[in-house]
């Protein structure tokens, strides 16, 4: 149990031995993050989907811009999953860490809105990503969740992720 303002996040990792097999309804197509044109559209939708979120959905262009520019960006790397209305539904963003002495990817973030949540489609979302990391030559993935957020851990548990490690973290006063 962490302390009041701070956050307890695991570090979570699973192996992959090949593809998942992705059931996205008809209604719903995958498309990549467009720099210079998704960002507002995602903002709101992040903020939808992380609306009780401490931090995450507190994001604000800068936030996201600050990324874009980090050396691990890649817009392909980036995947918005749209509606029949082509509104974002949900999305997940790859993290490739090239840096590190053995590379390893990441499910960097991932969700649904909030009208999408519950449904089933948070199965295919993280399947796409885990997906995309085991076409790029990974056999395993990591990720980053909130301890209490207990729908997320069931379903990273259903894909085989472990716990790793624990961090307990501070939690960002914005002022935005």
Do not use: C, W
């Given at each position: 149990m962490s302390a009041p303002n701070t956050r307890e996040i695991w570090l979570m990792r699973t192996q992959l031995l090949n593809e998942l097999t992705e059931v996205v309804p008809a209604e719903f197509s995958w498309h990549n993050f467009q720099v210079?044109?998704?960002?507002?559209?995602?903002?709101?939708?992040?903020?939808?989907?992380?609306?009780?979120?401490p931090e995450q959905g507190l994001w604000q262009l800068a936030d996201l811009t600050q990324r874009f520019n980090e050396p691990w960006f890649n817009a392909a790397d980036f995947y918005l999953l749209k509606d029949h209305n082509q509104k974002i539904a949900g999305f997940v963003w790859i993290k490739v860490h090239i840096?590190?002495?053995?590379?390893?990817?990441?499910?960097?973030?991932?969700?649904?809105?909030?009208?999408?949540q519950l449904?089933?489609?948070?199965?295919?979302?993280?399947?796409?990503?885990?997906?995309?990391?085991?076409?790029?030559?990974?056999?395993?993935?990591?990720?980053?969740?909130?301890?209490?957020?207990?729908?997320a851990l069931n379903l990273y548990q259903k894909?085989?992720?472990?716990?790793?490690?624990?961090?307990?973290?501070?939690?960002?006063?914005?002022k935005d």
């Open positions: 210079g044109v998704d960002e507002a559209e995602f903002l709101a939708a992040n903020a939808d989907a992380f609306a009780g979120h840096e590190r002495l053995v590379p390893d990817a990441e499910i960097y973030l991932i969700g649904l809105v909030q009208q999408h449904k089933g489609l948070g199965k295919a979302v993280l399947a796409h990503g885990l997906n995309q990391i085991f076409k790029n030559g990974f056999n395993e993935a990591i990720i980053y969740v909130d301890a209490p957020n207990a729908v894909h085989g992720f472990k716990h790793i490690s624990t961090q307990i973290v501070p939690i960002e006063n914005r």
